[in-house]
């Protein structure tokens, strides 16, 4: 199913900053559009652009958001902190009941109709699509951010840089050489396009197609995230997670057995998250991976997923959201409690939803009906009811202004959950069950009522695995029912070691286990021991996980040349931290190399050129950043004084190239005088023999020549300055 792009960010005020207090967003805010799914923020800049007037202009909560809804043929938007609409816009004749996408960066407003091709412009000030281009053709993904925005033809294999306040297009279809996926723009307002018949992901850099990145073999699918701001590349074949730069994979990370195994079309990734962590689900499992590009920790847990149609996840705070489009729900995993909270219904019945994160909020919108919702990141949900309120709409000149200010009204509550998901846990702390207090209700006095049973043993919830550097921590939810005496975790092998040993019956629910190997996973259970004849209870089984994580960046990379040049040795030491074995990837000179050792030699390099080089650590959990240098094979000067100048009366010349009739002199050293002089580099010239000596080496080197206050650089034949003995003087290029 297709999933549409909406990507909002709007000026940042104090507001902002007051709700910022209140929300306890992530952070770090980047500028992701997509085509597909979600997307990320540009906060900073304002919603408000177009024609319009200050005595005209709408006033719209800052911390907002634009929803599409094209069976009424209109974008609404809505207040963050509320839920509230406070400004629509009506789409031209002719898009109402066409399937939409919204492309927002702050400065302008785009949408798209997905079945003719024709983008339009919103002008947020007038509340009217202002400026519109047809394109003319179905199926087009529309990606916008900072002063540029693209139109993305998969059919035909093109991208169209386009004018993002006029809508009409700035240069010709550019060929992509290959059928396109799902494009985002990152943090620094490049757009990515992933080619997965080749491999091949491409950047647009200010507008310009750039050198394509090789991520992975051709025919593997892949899947493109901006996390952070940075670009990173899902390839749901081979189970892995890279991250992206302009000059190739910055660090990569294995997804493991379980999404080794999973139909790569199951693997399922969101578009753009707020941080750096990306959260990653196969769908026909349940397994799912979150994976922190930034810390390189990962976190593994399965969830229920049997029978249901899932959209790609999004993360907000420390809960994971799953659309679940057969029921128009959100399922939702809190990697606080290390189980599934309550599921937050949306939608009335089956269908898709878009789920984005922006200014620390995350927007549900049903694209095809009137539900949608806003949820903070203490997971308060607030209803928005895009067709069931009046609220602005298009402006006429004299129109009277929208008042300020930010809709008022205490926050709706959280939407109480349905009683008829299966696979859920308890109510999420602090919600009402069933009006229940425990008590007879409202203090009435009477007969006390009939004995309760003992409640019955339960099993604890299914741990939570996150790998960390030799160890992976396991985290679960403790057991309904009785209180047992105390939990244990059952699976660890020969060689590792689970702290504490034990867990009380009122936590903390958690166990280290430390020791294993990198190259080996595991899977844990929580056993809840009982004790009084009653039977233990024991856990579903964790996701695999390692005791590792992807390696950090080599250290101390250096580069030593070889006597006399041509080559020389890059050296390293093992990143901090390492676990399990490690192989190293060397890019420079020639193309890639692969060793387990701390340096490679390069031979056979001309000299007086400089190469970059990059080293990248990888081990069984993936691949950490690449530490960076250069291949400096500038010839080092070496002092040397001039030999055998016979006060003759004949001068010994310095020559422009090295010859003794050709390119003419550059100055002369007086006869009798044997100077310090500074040698660069000698090479190969025109033969001389003197005295029954002969070379065709010449030196290149600079002399101060005193009687005119000038350094002279020349050539002068070997037989006056004998480099040729010299080991440390290398040839020129």
């Avoid at 307002?189 to 091949?200: A, C, E, M, N």
């Avoid at 399965?302 to 679940?324: C, F, K, N, S, W």
């Avoid at 031979?603 to 970059?612: D, E």
């Avoid at 990888?618 to 055998?644: E, H």
Wanted: contains cysteine; negative net charge; hydrophobic residues 35%.
């Amino acid at each position: 199913m297709p999933r549409r792009t909406s990507t909002p960010g709007i000026r940042a005020t104090t507001l902002l900053a007051a709700a910022r207090a209140r929300l306890r967003p992530t952070g770090n805010h980047v500028t992701g559009y997509l085509a597909v799914c979600a997307a990320g923020t540009l906060i900073g800049t304002s919603l408000a652009v177009g024609a319009g007037t200050s005595g005209t202009r709408p006033e719209l909560a800052d911390i907002g958001a634009w929803l599409a809804g094209g069976t009424k043929g209109e974008v609404v938007h809505a207040h963050g902190l509320t839920g509230e609409v406070d400004g629509k816009a009506a789409l031209p004749a002719g898009m109402a009941g066409h399937p939409v996408s919204v492309a927002q960066d702050g400065r302008t407003t785009l949408v798209l109709d997905e079945r003719t091709g024709r983008v339009v412009r919103i002008d947020a000030a007038q509340l009217t699509a202002a400026q519109s281009a047809d394109y003319g053709a179905a199926g087009l993904q529309l990606v916008s951010g900072g002063a540029y925005a693209y139109v993305v033809d998969p059919a035909r294999g093109t991208v169209q840089l386009i004018d993002p306040a006029k809508t009409t297009a700035e240069s010709p279809p550019v060929p992509l050489d290959g059928k396109p996926g799902a494009a985002v723009v990152d943090g620094e307002g490049t757009l990515w396009v992933p080619l997965p018949d080749s491999g091949t992901v491409v950047p647009f850099v200010e507008g310009l197609k750039g050198t394509a990145v090789k991520v992975a073999d051709a025919g593997h699918d892949l899947t493109l995230t901006v996390a952070g701001g940075r670009p990173v590349v899902t390839d749901g074949t081979a189970a892995t997670t890279k991250v992206l730069s302009t000059s190739g994979v910055r660090g990569a990370f294995d997804l493991g057995d379980a999404f080794a195994v999973a139909d790569p079309a199951d693997v399922l990734v969101p578009a753009g998250t707020d941080g750096s962590a990306v959260p990653v689900l196969a769908a026909g499992t349940g397994d799912l991976v979150v994976v922190d590009v930034h810390s390189r920790h990962t976190l593994r847990v399965r969830v229920p997923t049997e029978g249901q149609v899932l959209g790609a996840p999004q993360l907000l705070g420390e809960r994971v959201y799953i659309p679940d489009e057969s029921t128009g729900r959100l399922l939702v995993y809190d990697t606080a409690l290390s189980a599934l909270a309550e599921p937050i219904r949306i939608a009335d019945g089956p269908g898709e939803l878009e789920l984005f994160v922006q200014d620390g909020l995350l927007w549900v919108n049903d694209p095809d009906g009137a539900a949608a919702a806003v949820i903070d990141a203490d997971g308060e949900v607030r209803r928005i009811s895009k067709y069931g309120t009046k609220a602005p709409s298009a402006r006429e000149p004299g129109d009277e202004p929208v008042e300020d200010g930010v809709p008022t009204g205490a926050p709706v509550a959280q939407v109480p959950p349905p009683a008829d998901v299966p696979g859920t846990t308890a109510p999420v702390s602090g919600a009402p069950s069933d009006g229940a207090s425990g008590g007879p209700s409202g203090g009435a006095s009477g007969p006390p009522g009939p004995t309760q049973p003992a409640p019955e043993p339960g099993a604890p919830g299914a741990p939570q695995a996150e790998s960390r550097s030799g160890a992976i921590r396991i985290t679960f939810a403790k057991a309904l029912g009785a209180t047992p005496q105390r939990y244990v975790l059952k699976g660890a092998a020969q060689g590792q070691t689970v702290t504490p040993d034990a867990v009380g019956p009122d936590g903390p629910f958690v166990f280290e286990v430390s020791g294993g190997s990198c190259e080996k996973q595991y899977s844990f259970t929580v056993v809840a021991q009982y004790g009084g004849g009653r039977p233990d209870k024991e856990s579903a089984p964790s996701a695999l996980a390692r005791p590792c994580v992807a390696p950090g960046a080599p250290r101390e990379l250096a580069f030593t040349p070889a006597q006399g040049g041509h080559g020389g040795t890059v050296t390293w030491q093992a990143p901090q931290g390492t676990n399990g074995s490690v192989r190293y990837t060397i890019n420079g000179p020639g193309g890639t190399a692969e060793t387990i050792e701390h340096s490679h030699t390069y031979g056979g390099l001309r000299n007086g050129i400089v190469r970059g080089v990059a080293v990248m650590a990888t081990n069984a959990a993936g691949s950490g950043p690449a530490a960076s240098g250069w291949i400096d094979l500038t010839p080092p000067a070496q002092r040397m004084n001039i030999v055998n100048n016979l006060p003759n009366g004949r001068d010994l010349g310095i020559r422009n190239k090295p010859h003794s009739t050709v390119g003419g002199r550059a100055g002369s050293i007086p006869a009798g005088e044997n100077p310090e002089v500074t040698v660069h580099c000698n090479m190969r010239g025109e033969e001389i023999t003197i005295d029954e000596k002969t070379t065709d080496v010449w030196a290149r080197l600079t002399y101060y020549d005193p009687l005119i206050d000038k350094n002279i650089t020349g050539y002068v034949t070997d037989l006056f300055v004998e480099t040729r003995s010299n080991l440390d003087v290398w040839e020129c290029e």
